[in-house]
Each structure stands twice: as structure tokens, then as C-alpha cells.
């Protein structure tokens, strides 16, 4: 069982709410991700962070933001909620490993749905 | 640019049989390719990782191999039981360099039906 966390696991909010999904793991992974995924639909990168204070956008353009200011923690924030925002947001963190970034353990997601 | 393509969306197999899934790549040269596992509503399961100078890697009754020429992996489970049926996604980092974030393939779902 991956040391990887995420609340809440279901949110149903109101258009225009601000909202923060948090993650966290007690593996000391440097790397932590967050991506997004529809129903039936492929997983995509949106936010990465390689370390505190570093973070980058993935290759989905996404209205979110995260931060890192400890290791073991990278929440994802949404300022204004919008119906568009609803899927399921998974969270990840893996080790560094040389030339290569090693396997992902995920969280259990967080399902938005935005009314 | 560069893509990451699962050619099967579904597959359909009988118990017992040898699930074969297809990988391919276009545009570039991953150092690594890596299988996940994802249930419906859960996170992806790491299964197995293959480098560009492994021609094929082995796990239980998994496994996988990684052609260069052909820009393609190929992902076997053999003795297939109904407990294999899921998604499984083929994952690349997302540039040539070995050190990036991993992007996922659409994933094929398989179903072992007894």
C-alpha cells in the first residue's frame, strides 16, 4: 500500500467556490504530480514539482495552482470552480533515480464536481 | 510532436490465453517505457519498467519488451485469469531525457472473460 494521501476523496461544490485538494506522503519523495482524468479517459500531467519551491505546468493546460513548500506536501488549489473543473485529480510522488524518474505511486483521487 | 499510442482501446480474450498489448511511439526516443495497472476509480498500479537497451523484462506472468527499430513495446500476460481484467497504460517520461514527469498512453481495457 502506497504512503500516499489525498482529501477530500468526493467534493461537490458551487460554481465560483475556491477550493484546495491536498496531498500528502510520508515516503520523502522529492518529485510529487498532479493529473487529471475524465471517465474512460487518459490520465493527463498538469503540475509537477521536483523539490520545495519548485514547481511546473504540465503538458494540459490547467486553470489550477499548486505550491510546495514541504516535501511531503503539494496541494492544488482552484480560485473560481467552474463546471469545466469536474473530473477526478490524481495525485503522485515517485523517487529520483539517476537518469530516470522512477515508478509513480498514486493516491486514491479526489472526484470534483462543480455545480 | 511527440505521442505515446495505445492502438487497442478494448480487448477481449478468453481465461487461460496470452494478453498481448501494443505501445507505440512517434517523434522521439524514450530512455524507458513503463506498464501501470488502473482499476475503474482507483489510481494506476506500477507493474514493470523497461529501458532502451533491454529487449524485454520479465515479472510472474508478465512481461514486456521494448524494440527500438519498431518504436514499440509489447506487454504480455500469460495464463490470463478474470482478475487481469483492467485498464493497462503505457507510460513514457514525457521528453528524451530520462528525467522528466511521465505522460500516460489512452490505456487499452482488457477483459479476460472465464
Known amino acids: 500500500e502506497a504512503d500516499i494521501y489525498q482529501t477530500p476523496r468526493y467534493l461537490v461544490i458551487g460554481t465560483g467556490k475556491k477550493i484546495t485538494l491536498e496531498c500528502s506522503q510520508t515516503?520523502?519523495?522529492?518529485?510529487m504530480y498532479w493529473y487529471q482524468q475524465d471517465p474512460g479517459m487518459e490520465l493527463h500531467l498538469i503540475h509537477y514539482s521536483y523539490g520545495v519551491n519548485s514547481t511546473e505546468k504540465g503538458d494540459l493546460s490547467s486553470e489550477s495552482t499548486v505550491s510546495r513548500i514541504r516535501t511531503e506536501h503539494f496541494p492544488l488549489t482552484l480560485e473560481s470552480a467552474r463546471p469545466s473543473h469536474t473530473s477526478q485529480y490524481l495525485c503522485?510522488?515517485?523517487?529520483?533515480?539517476?537518469?530516470?524518474?522512477?515508478?509513480?505511486?498514486f493516491g486514491e483521487g479526489s472526484r470534483l464536481t462543480v455545480l | 510532436s511527440q505521442k505515446i499510442e495505445q492502438n487497442s482501446e478494448a480487448l477481449n480474450i478468453q481465461e487461460g490465453k496470452t494478453a498481448t498489448l501494443t505501445c507505440n511511439y512517434t517523434n522521439y526516443s524514450p530512455a524507458y517505457l513503463q506498464w501501470y495497472r488502473q482499476d475503474p476509480g482507483r489510481g494506476p498500479v506500477f507493474l514493470l519498467l523497461?529501458?532502451?537497451?533491454?529487449k524485454e523484462k520479465r515479472k510472474e506472468r508478465l512481461k514486456v519488451t521494448f524494440d527500438t527499430t519498431l518504436k514499440q513495446s509489447l506487454f504480455h500476460i500469460t495464463a490470463s485469469q478474470p482478475a487481469d481484467s483492467a485498464t493497462y497504460l503505457c507510460v513514457s517520461p514525457w521528453r528524451d531525457s530520462g528525467n522528466t514527469p511521465l505522460v500516460f498512453g489512452k490505456g487499452t481495457r482488457l477483459s479476460v472473460i472465464a
Open positions: 503522485a510522488s515517485s523517487e529520483a533515480r539517476g537518469g530516470y524518474t522512477g515508478e509513480l505511486f
Open positions: 523497461i529501458r532502451e537497451n533491454e
Open positions: 515516503m520523502g519523495h522529492d518529485k
